[in-house]
């Protein structure tokens, strides 16, 4: 389908390593004068549904600086664009949790927030587990909870999980149910 906007000027107000802030003088598609802020991001999101031979899975703890919230969340992480997603997402799993999976199967890919940023992401159930030294960067400080599957996607339904990308990655893995992923 043909793009409706029309983009006159872009400049980048904002860069770091992780993103940069857009702003665009447009043609909306009705053909008035406007702006159009977009974020871009720099790294894909990870995030892994590590579920092992009892049907339980693991849940990482920490508190979200942007939120101002202590969280619990699947495992997660930053695939730098133009790298292997799936290369990502065992290193990350291995980080956060220690756990290493002989299994890895694609669940699902997404945009986040699609109105306002380019961010994509990707996510994996990883079977096969087995448990080694966990290798959290300088930038996390995490907490491990192994629970029934169930139970985290009970978290998702009750509140208790709130992060967007576990949310998803959860509640696909409830609906797809005892179909082979």
């Avoid at 990870?46 to 031979?53: C, N, T, Y």
């Avoid at 509140?159 to 992923?181: C, E, F, N, W």
Wanted: a negative charge; one cysteine or more; charged letters at 25%.
């Amino acid at each position: 389908m043909k793009n409706p906007w029309t983009t006159l000027t872009t400049t980048v107000p904002y860069d770091n390593p992780w993103i940069s802030v857009e702003h665009n003088e447009v043609l909306n598609p009705a053909g008035n004068p406007g702006i159009y802020g977009v974020v871009r991001f720099k790294n894909q999101a990870i995030g892994i549904v590590p579920i092992d031979e009892d049907g339980y899975t693991y849940l990482v703890g920490q508190y979200r600086f942007a939120t101002g919230r202590y969280e619990w969340e699947i495992p997660e992480g930053g695939c730098p664009v133009g790298t292997d997603p799936l290369a990502t997402a065992q290193r990350e799993l291995k980080e956060e949790t220690g756990l290493v999976a002989e299994h890895w199967t694609q669940l699902m890919d997404f945009y986040l927030s699609n109105s306002v940023t380019d961010e994509y992401g990707v996510a994996y159930v990883a079977r096969g587990l087995r448990q080694e030294a966990a290798e959290p960067e300088d930038t996390e400080e995490l907490k491990l909870k192994r629970v029934p599957l169930q139970e985290a996607i009970d978290m998702t339904l009750d509140g208790r999980i709130k992060d967007a990308l576990s949310v998803l990655a959860l509640q696909r893995v409830g609906l797809l149910g005892a179909r082979p992923i």
